[in-house]
Nanobody, 122 residues
Framework: QVQLVESGGGLVQAGGSLRLSCVGPGRSFDNFFMGWSAKAPGKKREFIAGLDWSGDTTNYADSVKGRFTISSDNAKNTVYLDLNSLKPEDTANYYC???????????????WGQGTQVTVSS
């Protein structure tokens, strides 16, 4: 069983910043692609960002490019999502996701964390 544990959500004003953290699989995760997806009420789940553990490959949704940054600390088995210049429309439950296949990570990830709520007030 692959466990993903997120933290770092909260309430922030528009224009503010947050850092989300996700502790990845306890076993060797060098083969996993890791990322973040978001689900807002009344909207479809949206892929936000993803990377491989080498950090050589990253990808972002167009809606967050230039504002969000995904990174990893392999020694801590942790993936981060830095959210900057937040907008009210970024409000959602953010899930850490993982998969062994890149395309699945961006469409239908196999492994999910429990989610952490990000609320951006105007």
């Amino acid at each position: 069983q692959v466990q993903l544990v997120e933290s770092g959500g909260g309430l922030v004003q528009a224009g503010g910043s947050l850092r989300l953290s996700c502790v990845g699989p306890g076993r060797s995760f060098d083969n996993f692609f890791m990322g973040w997806s978001a689900k807002a009420p009344g909207k479809k789940r949206e892929f936000i960002a993803g990377l491989d553990w080498s950090g050589d490959t990253t990808n972002y949704a167009d809606s967050v490019k230039g504002r969000f940054t995904i990174s990893s600390d392999n020694a801590k088995n942790t993936v981060y999502l830095d959210l900057n210049s937040l907008k009210p429309e970024d409000t959602a439950n953010y899930y850490c996701v993982a998969d062994l296949v890149w395309i699945r990570l961006t469409t239908k990830p196999t492994y999910w964390g429990q989610g952490t709520q990000v609320t951006v007030s105007s």
